[in-house]
């Protein structure tokens, strides 16, 4: 389904949880000449009581792990972090459509719907406006991800369901690496943001699929022509 010929836009609400999320796929993508862009909407630290890193460490943590995953393309909107909620939506449509248009993407990957944070919610419903498949579009997929610590926990809620799988079988120790780079956000083992916890998402949807180590996503739509 992924071509050498696809150009990837991956829209992710924070900086992390494209790591989290699809570190193993982005280095796979790469690695097979694929094209890679990313979008970060929010800062990912404003919304802290307590901040961890400022906003400037905190991308240069991103820079650092994309350069891990073999991408040098990254674009911050550095939108208020966990507030979401209070942008209009349109702003953020008519942002993502803006990058959208300079990347001209085939396939976009965004935040999933079933999850817990309001901004990976917020995201993904602003990535199906703006990704909606019109004549003018040259996307042909949109996929959505899951953010461990978030997306799995989503209790009582319609979960992730995933039915497409990226095998990371030589790809997982870049995602290892890349995860050390935001490593003030990660918390020892058992905690659902453990590097254990992370790297064990990996392999259960590879036992899922059939490979060694996985990554998995919904497939919202797939134009074939």
């Known amino acids: 389904m992924i071509l ?11 900086p992390d949880d494209e790591t989290l999320g699809m570190g193993g796929s982005i ?17 990912g630290v404003t919304s802290r009581q307590s901040q961890r890193e400022s906003l400037g460490d905190r991308k240069a943590a991103s820079l650092h792990a994309l350069s891990v995953l073999g991408v040098n393309d990254a674009v911050f909107l550095d939108l208020p972090d966990n507030m979401l909620d209070s942008v209009p ?6 942002e993502l459509e803006k990058i959208i248009s300079r990347y001209n993407p085939t396939i976009v990957f965004t935040n999933s719907l079933e999850d817990l944070n309001i901004d990976h919610r917020i995201v993904s419903e602003c990535s199906i406006v703006a990704t909606r498949p019109s004549a003018n579009s040259n996307i042909r997929a949109l996929l959505t991800y899951e ?19 990226v095998d990371i079988s030589d790809h997982l ?7 050390q780079a935001y490593r003030v ?16 998402r ?4 590879g036992g899922l699929s059939g490979y060694s180590q ?6 919202s739509y797939f134009l074939y022509e």
């Open 27 to 43: 280095a796979k993508f790469v690695s097979s000449k694929v094209e890679v862009s990313i979008v970060f909407v929010a800062d």
């Open 202 to 205: 990996s392999t259960y949807w």
């Open 173 to 179: 120790q870049n995602k290892h690496e890349a995860l």
């Open 185 to 200: 956000e990660l918390d020892p083992h058992p905690a659902a943001r453990s590097v254990e916890t992370i790297l064990a």
């Open 4 to 14: 050498k010929s696809d150009k990837i836009l991956i829209v992710a609400a924070h």
């Open 89 to 94: 939506r349109l702003n953020i449509i008519r």
């Open 214 to 219: 996985a990554e998995a996503f919904k497939l």
């Open 147 to 165: 953010v461990c610590s978030s997306t799995n926990q989503f209790l009582g809620k319609p979960s992730f369901a995933p039915n497409f799988f």
